[in-house]
């Protein structure tokens, strides 16, 4: 690392510590040549591959942004886009790649953004995955209905057993 200063082509890194809940590394450095102190931020690059071949490094903001325009009048506010565009880059930056194709982001948006709300969901889906037709939504929202007809029955299912179990016995001895 250059001084900031003299341009020294070396430092001497004093102190490192965490920054930004651990997505960064802040450190302080000297220089051998001047003596003076500075600081460095060092974090981890995730680059984007668009389809036309450009690459650009990877934004929660252009995550919340598309997502926001899914979720225009649903009962959707900032902090679950907040969330949900933190949970697609910890899927993404848990593969451990350092560039990822912008159509990999798509899908993994999908996922929290059906859980999030169906209707900015099926809007999401029609863009990203290029609907053409009234069967494309059709096929999706009997998925959606499908997923929901599981959901339901497993949680019937999980009451019942609940109520067949009883109270809990007396603690043994």
């Known amino acids: ?3 900031p ?3 020294h082509p070396d430092s001497r890194v004093v102190d490192s510590r965490e920054a930004d809940e651990g997505a960064a590394i802040r450190r302080r450095r000297s220089c051998p040549e001047c003596g003076r102190r500075f600081t460095t931020v060092e974090t981890a690059m995730l680059v984007v591959l668009k389809r036309n071949g450009v690459t650009e ?7 919340m942004t598309g997502v926001r325009k899914a979720c225009q009048g649903r009962p959707v506010d900032e902090s679950d886009l907040a969330q949900l565009a933190q949970q697609v880059e910890e899927g993404i930056r848990a593969t451990g790649a350092a560039e990822i194709a912008s ?3 798509g899908r993994e ?3 929290p953004l059906r859980s999030l709300d169906e209707v900015a969901y099926l809007r999401f889906a029609s863009v990203y995955c290029a609907f053409e037709s009234l069967a494309d939504f059709e096929r999706e929202i ?4 499908a997923a929901r007809a599981a959901a339901d029955a ?3 299912i999980e009451l019942t057993d609940l109520a067949t179990a009883g ?3 007396p603690r043994g001895i």
């Open 1 to 3: 690392m250059h001084c």
């Open 5 to 7: 200063f003299c341009r």
């Open 57 to 63: 490094p990877f934004s929660r903001e252009k995550v």
């Open 103 to 105: 159509d990999r982001i």
């Open 109 to 111: 948006i999908l996922t």
């Open 142 to 145: 009997t998925g959606l209905r």
């Open 154 to 156: 497993d949680l019937d």
């Open 167 to 169: 109270p809990p016995g």
